[in-house]
């Protein structure tokens, strides 16, 4: 049976060995037992600490705002937003509190953990009918189905696990990581979406001072058992559970380190998070792991792959499917498929012409700037050949102080779980060498995680009188990023072996 919030607080007492404030290194625990109550008093859930024989000296926390943090088996921190019963003021706070057994600790944690989520799931009714808004910065950027898609999806362990078998992926920030030591020796770190902890632990072993391990998904608990699994750099690891536009952290960070990265770079718009991240956490001047991405960009000419997506919409093209005239979707059809890009990892040899890169910066690029990209396409054609699309793939730099280091899916590279990225025209091109091909990748980002991209590609006069100026072709489509082509996984074609 559900408990709302008015009947919970009757049972939601607990008795504490002591509490101390935080943020005053003078402070000194309490020396009588405290009770801490969970209660809603005028219409805001709070949690109330009272020393027993001070009965009217209380200490408030706003469970709007309020995360806690694990220290010890008998020990946590509890950081808030919060105010004294005397003071309209609202102002930041810290309260340390020391439970008599690990029992309790895990009582109380868990009695948090509810009242945060009714709180945040069901919103709080006051007195007065109005509702108490819980609604972050992600929730107003991102529709409800796609966040619970997306944090369904990594909380799975076998999800983790593809990402942890990328061993291009997993080395090269071991490398970045280790290499770096001198970064993240005594250092505080921030983990962004942080999955089953995997670069927590890199950084704990490279010395870091702490690390706070950030995920939103079920994951946060896998993450809690791997961390506790490894003693002697879990001491050093905190997990928060939450998202990190909302989550509150007792202390600045002097190093980030995330793997924000997804299809063509900006896919999922984790990026966003790690520069919030960045605005949030991050000490002046302080280091981010990685520090910049760059998305590479070369027309490309593939007929067999313009041939085998043309070839899907064929279906539609039958006028007796069961007695039922199929043509009318065909056209739809046929441009449903060439809106999807095709992730696979090709052969570096289609390029037609070498490749330009668009740098974002993570250290200084604006959230703002990364709602919509907007890239210049200028290309000189190497070869002869008709044009299908625009090639992409990414690469991130680790910019550490000792060894910088680059991960990047580029073609002809060992493959990622990333590989690489196609957009292809439904119209081809015709190019000679020499010849120029200019346009614009236009990406929107949208509410479901994901860009929708605008591609348009020209092929400029040629030869005799190309100086006067002047587009021979146009090519353009549309393309939903959320929706690719994952080629990779279709059944591949093998040569039938010859009986000896």
Known sequence: MEVSLGEKHKQAEFVLASISQLSSSSSTPSSSPVVARFSVV?????LRFNQESESNDSVNVDLRTAQIFKLSPVQSACISEGSETSKEKTYSRGITIQFRKEQESRAFHYAFEQWKEEVAVQGLHLQNETVLASKSKFDDKIVASSAKMYFHYYGQLLHQQNMLQDYVRTGTYYAAVIENCADFIGRVVVDVGAGSGILSLFAAQAGAKHVYAVEASEMAEYARKLIAGNPSLGQRITVVKGKVEEVELPEK??????EPMGTLLVNE???ESYVIARDRFL????????TVGRIHMAPFSDECL????ANKALFWQQQNYYGVDLTPLYGSAYQGYFSQPVVDAF?????VAPAISHVINFTSIKEEELYEIDIPLKFIASVGARVHGLACWFDVLFNGSTVPRWLTTAPGAPTTHWYQLRCVLSQPLYVMPGQEITGQLHMIAHNAQSYTIYLTMSAKMWGPGAELGGILQTSSCKLDLKEPYYRMSQPQVYAVAQDQ
């Open 42 to 46: 005028s219409g805001v859930p709070e």
């Open 253 to 258: 960070a002097d190093i980030l380190i995330s």
């Open 269 to 271: 718009r984790m990026l």
């Open 283 to 290: 000490v002046p001047n302080g280091k981010m792991f990685p």
């Open 306 to 309: 313009c041939v085998e997506i």
């Open 347 to 351: 052969d570096p040899r289609l390029l």
